[in-house]
C-alpha cells in the first residue's frame, strides 16, 4: 500500500471525532466562540438533547461577510497568528477548527451582522458542502444552528446517548459557561421551553443561582493573590461534601479545567478535615499571566501544563488549607489576612494560631483540675460560676443577677455560652442565633491534635516524665519496634514527646509522654504510636503520615463520652473552639458542632401557626 494524501473532508470529519464527541462539545465551542466576541447576552435553544438541533444567539461583534467562509474553514482564526501568539493565549478559541469541525459532521446555518454593517450575511453548509453568502436580517451579533449532528457519519451518532443524557452533558456545559461569566446573561432554552435563565450579577449570586443556595450558604469566599497568581471563588465548608465530584468547578484563567495539579492541591488542604471517601464542593478561579501556562494540551482544551507548577500547587493548597483553617467565627478573609504569603518562597512548616482565647475574664471562680491538665495550662483563668445546675450563663445576666458585673458579649462568641451535657456525650449552649449542640470528644480531638501538629512543627513537644515508670507486657513486634528506633539512634520517639525502654524481651516500661496527653491511658497510647511507627516506620511517621500518626494521639487523648464537664469546662471547651484551626470538624472528618436556629426551632413546635 502507497502513502496517500486523505481528503479534507476525511480530515476534517477525523478531526470532528477528537473535538466534537457530542452535542454538548459543540456546545462548548460555540460558547466560547461567543465569550470571545464579546458577547453580554447568550441564549441557547436546544432540541432532543442537542442531537436534533443546537442553536446559540449572541450580541457579540460578529462576523464581517468576508470571514464568513473562513469561520468555516480548517486552522483559519482570528485569535492567534504567530507561534508568540500561541504562548501566552488568552481567548478561550485559538486554534481554528472547532467551528470547522463540527460544520463537517452537521447541517450549519452562520447568520452574523457586525454593528456597523446595514445588514447581516448568512452562509450554511452540509457537511462538506458550503452555500453561497447572501443577505439576511438580523440584529447585531451572531446566530448559529447546527442541526442533525453525525448526520453523515451514522457510526459515531450511534454512539450517542438517549435525549435526556445528551441534554444533561448539554446543561452542565451551559452551567461551567454561567459560572465562569457572572457578567454575562444567559438563558437556555430545551424542546421550546425556557429552563435556565441568568441576569447579570455579582459573582456570589450566580454561583448561588447556578448551584443552590445551600451550596452558597454552606461555603466560604475566598481571594488571594501573591507573585502574579490570584485565586478567588467560594469553597464548600467539609460539612458540605459530595459522595462525587459533580461539584467541582475550576477554572483557569476562565477556562474550565480538569487539571491534576490543581486537584491535588486541593485534595491536599481539605484532607485534614474531609470525612473518609467523600468530595468537597467548590467554584475556584485562578488567574495568572497567560505566557506561565500552556492551554494547547489536550483536544478539548480541558488540560494546562503550568510552567512553575511546584509554585503554583503550593500557592493553591497554601490559600485554600488557610481559609478552611479560621477558627470558629472567624472570616476566612481576616486568617488569610493575617500574614502575606509568596509561592516561590519555601514556607515555614508552623504556624501561628489566634491567641484571644486567654483573655477570657468572666466572673470569680475556679476552673477544674480535669481541664487544666487535659486542655492545658491557661493564661488567664477561666472565671465562670459553677452552677449547680443546668442554667444559661447569658440568661442570668438577662435576669440582672449579676450587678456591676462585666456581661459577656454574646456576638464576640459564636458558640456562645454552656447550658448542659447530655449523656456525657453532647454539650448544648445558647448563642445569638439559637442552639449550639457540640460533640464534645470530637470538638476536644480537633483541639488537640491542632496542639499536637504545632507542637511539632515547632519541634517543641513538652515532655512528662512519670514519677514512677509505667511497665507493660508487651508483643515481639512492639519490643522489636522499640529496639529498632534505639538502636538505629533515631530520636522519633522523644520528638513525639515519648521515653519509652525495653525492660525484657517481652516488657515494656513508658518513662515520659507529651504534657498535654499525660492524663490519657498512657499504656493503650504507646500501643497505638508504636503501631502507627511499625506500619509506617519512624521517619514517614513524622513526615508524610504525620497527620494520622499525630490523630492517633489525639483521638486516644480526647474526652471520653461519659464524662462528666463543669459548666465552666464546657465554656472553656467552646472558648478554645473558636481559637482553633478547623474546629468544625475532627481530624476523622466528623462535624464537631451544629447550629440549631431560632426559626428551625420554632418550626419544630409550630410556633405561629
Not at 441557547?44 to 444567539?57: F, N, S
Not at 467562509?69 to 477548527?97: M, N, P
Not at 516506620?537 to 462528666?564: I, K
Request: charged share 20%.
Amino acid at each position: 500500500m502507497h502513502i496517500q494524501l486523505l481528503p479534507d473532508q476525511l480530515i476534517s470529519q477525523i478531526a470532528a471525532g477528537e473535538v466534537v464527541e457530542r452535542p454538548a462539545s459543540a456546545l462548548k465551542e460555540l460558547l466560547e466562540n461567543s465569550l470571545d466576541a464579546g458577547s453580554t447576552d447568550i441564549q441557547v435553544a436546544l432540541q432532543q438533547g442537542g442531537i436534533k438541533q443546537i442553536r446559540v444567539t449572541d450580541n457579540g461583534i460578529g462576523v464581517a461577510k468576508e470571514d464568513l467562509e473562513l469561520a468555516l474553514t480548517r486552522h483559519a482564526t482570528s485569535k492567534i497568528s504567530s507561534l508568540e501568539d500561541l504562548e501566552s493565549v488568552a481567548s478561550l478559541g485559538f486554534r481554528g477548527e472547532a467551528l470547522a469541525s463540527i460544520a463537517s459532521i452537521s447541517r450549519t446555518q452562520l447568520l452574523s451582522r457586525q454593528a456597523d454593517a446595514k445588514h447581516a450575511w448568512r452562509i450554511a453548509s452540509e457537511g462538506s458542502d458550503i452555500s453561497a453568502i447572501e443577505p439576511a436580517a438580523l440584529d447585531a451579533g451572531t446566530v448559529i444552528e447546527v442541526a442533525d449532528l453525525y448526520f453523515n457519519t451514522p457510526a459515531r451518532r450511534k454512539f450517542l446517548k438517549t435525549e435526556g443524557t445528551e441534554f444533561g452533558h448539554c446543561e452542565e456545559v451551559f452551567n461551567r459557561i454561567a459560572l465562569s461569566r457572572p457578567d454575562v446573561a444567559l438563558m437556555l432554552q430545551h424542546n421550546g421551553r425556557a429552563l435556565s435563565r441568568y441576569a447579570v450579577s455579582a459573582p456570589e449570586r450566580r454561583f448561588a443561582e447556578v448551584l443552590g443556595s445551600e451550596f452558597a450558604a454552606e461555603s466560604i469566599s475566598l481571594d488571594e493573590a501573591a507573585a502574579g497568581l490570584r485565586l478567588w471563588g467560594m469553597a464548600a465548608k467539609p460539612t458540605f461534601n459530595r459522595n462525587s465530584r459533580d461539584t467541582q468547578y475550576v477554572y483557569v484563567n476562565g477556562r474550565f479545567v480538569r487539571d491534576k495539579l490543581i486537584a491535588h492541591a486541593i485534595r491536599q488542604a481539605y484532607q485534614d478535615v474531609l470525612h473518609h471517601d467523600r468530595h468537597p464542593a467548590f467554584v475556584l478561579f485562578l488567574d495568572l499571566d497567560p505566557t506561565l501556562v500552556d492551554v494547547n494540551v489536550h483536544p478539548a482544551k480541558t488540560e494546562v501544563r503550568f510552567r512553575d507548577a511546584q509554585s503554583v500547587h503550593r500557592f493553591i493548597f497554601h490559600s485554600l488549607n488557610k481559609a478552611l483553617a479560621a477558627p470558629t467565627g472567624m472570616s476566612s478573609a481576616v486568617t488569610a489576612s493575617q500574614a502575606g504569603y509568596n509561592p516561590f518562597a519555601q514556607q515555614p512548616a508552623s504556624t501561628s494560631y489566634p491567641t484571644y482565647q486567654s483573655q477570657i475574664n468572666l466572673r470569680a471562680g475556679e476552673p477544674s483540675g480535669f481541664y487544666e491538665t487535659m486542655f492545658g495550662a491557661r493564661n488567664g483563668a477561666i472565671t465562670q460560676p459553677q452552677y449547680a445546675s443546668p442554667v444559661c450563663y447569658a440568661a442570668e445576666f438577662e435576669a440582672g443577677d449579676t450587678a456591676g458585673q462585666p456581661q459577656p458579649d454574646v456576638e464576640q462568641y459564636p458558640l456562645g455560652f454552656a447550658v448542659a451535657q447530655i449523656h456525657g456525650v453532647y454539650v448544648l449552649a445558647q448563642n445569638a442565633q439559637g442552639l449550639v449542640v457540640v460533640d464534645m470528644h470530637a470538638a476536644h480531638e480537633r483541639i488537640m491534635y491542632e496542639k499536637l501538629k504545632n507542637a511539632l512543627d515547632s519541634k517543641s513537644v513538652p515532655m512528662q516524665p512519670l514519677l514512677l515508670p509505667l511497665s507493660f507486657n508487651a508483643d515481639k513486634l512492639e519490643v522489636a519496634t522499640v529496639q529498632e528506633v534505639l538502636s538505629s539512634n533515631d530520636d522519633s520517639l522523644r520528638q513525639l514527646g515519648f521515653d519509652i525502654a525495653v525492660l525484657s524481651p517481652t516488657t515494656l516500661a513508658v518513662r515520659a509522654v507529651p504534657t498535654i496527653l499525660q492524663n490519657s491511658d498512657v499504656v493503650e497510647l504507646a500501643r497505638a504510636v508504636l503501631s502507627d511507627l511499625r506500619e509506617f516506620g519512624a521517619s514517614r511517621a513524622l513526615t508524610e503520615q504525620r497527620n494520622e500518626l499525630l490523630g492517633t494521639m489525639a483521638c486516644h487523648a480526647a474526652v471520653r463520652a461519659n464524662r462528666s464537664l463543669t459548666i465552666p469546662e464546657m465554656n472553656a471547651l467552646l472558648r478554645d473552639m473558636e481559637a482553633t484551626e478547623r474546629s468544625g470538624q475532627c481530624n476523622h472528618g466528623r462535624p464537631t458542632w451544629f447550629q440549631v436556629s431560632m426559626s428551625d426551632l420554632d418550626k419544630m413546635f409550630m410556633r405561629g401557626k
